[in-house]
């Protein structure tokens, strides 16, 4: 499955010698016992630290190697090859965990801020400007350049000590040039991709669910799921 992919998986230790998941889903599909697959997509440090020129590149160009970057062709055609591998099995269904874009904040390996960050600057902070980002943004007539500077015009300033205030995310996009279509182009991004792998599984016949942790709302623009868009 991966025989082409630019990306290679780490294969655990455990699946060096056996099959360990097909004798588990064999197992119960003997006892008449139904199987969901469940796999983390995006979020990979081990994949960004390999394959760092495929991770979220921020406005400064520093990496983000715990996220992937799902404009990536090469990501893209990793997970394509994953939902490919499991699909393969005797599993009804296959649930993805984190197929969005990764916000910088990693919640692990103690990482620390020196700075309050409120939510539209973890929101600016998040988003990815690599070359693949910008491509696409282009594809879909979004001045992906334009929208970098003054993102980092705004957090440049932002560090200054200026815009300082909380508040909600939606009504301070429209205050920086360029976002509210670069942040559209993330949403059609993920929604294409999404398509693609799901094709993936009902040829298989297998269902497809996508895991989404404490969104409220319709639409995030951290990670760029869009409910109503994903579920159809």
Request: glycine share 4%.
């Amino acid at each position: 499955f991966f025989a082409t992919a630019k990306m290679q998986p780490r294969v655990s230790r455990l699946a060096a010698e056996r099959d360990c998941w097909r004798d588990i889903v064999e197992a119960c599909e003997n006892e008449g016992i139904g199987t969901t697959a469940w796999t983390v997509f995006i979020h990979n440090t081990h994949l960004g630290t390999t394959y760092p020129e495929y991770t979220t590149q921020n406005v400064f160009g520093d990496r983000y190697l715990h996220a992937l970057c799902p404009s990536q062709p090469a990501v893209q055609e990793y997970m394509r090859a994953l939902a490919a591998n499991l699909a393969s099995y005797p599993i009804s269904a296959l649930e993805f965990e984190c197929f969005e874009y990764v916000s910088f904040r990693h919640y692990s390996f103690l990482e620390k801020e020196g700075v309050g960050v409120t939510p539209f600057a973890e929101l600016l902070l998040s988003l990815c400007f690599c070359p693949s980002c910008l491509a696409a943004a282009k594809k879909r007539r979004v001045n992906g350049s334009a929208a970098q500077n003054a993102v980092r015009k705004w957090l440049e300033e932002y560090f200054a000590g200026k815009h300082r205030f909380a508040g909600s995310v939606e009504p301070k996009i429209r205050t920086v040039s360029g976002l509210a279509d670069y942040l559209e182009m993330r949403f059609a991004v993920l929604e294409d991709f999404f398509k693609d792998v799901v094709e993936i599984l009902h040829a298989q016949n297998k269902k497809a669910f996508l895991i989404v942790i404490g969104q409220e709302e319709q639409r995030h623009y951290l990670s760029a799921i869009d409910l109503k868009r994903l579920a159809r």
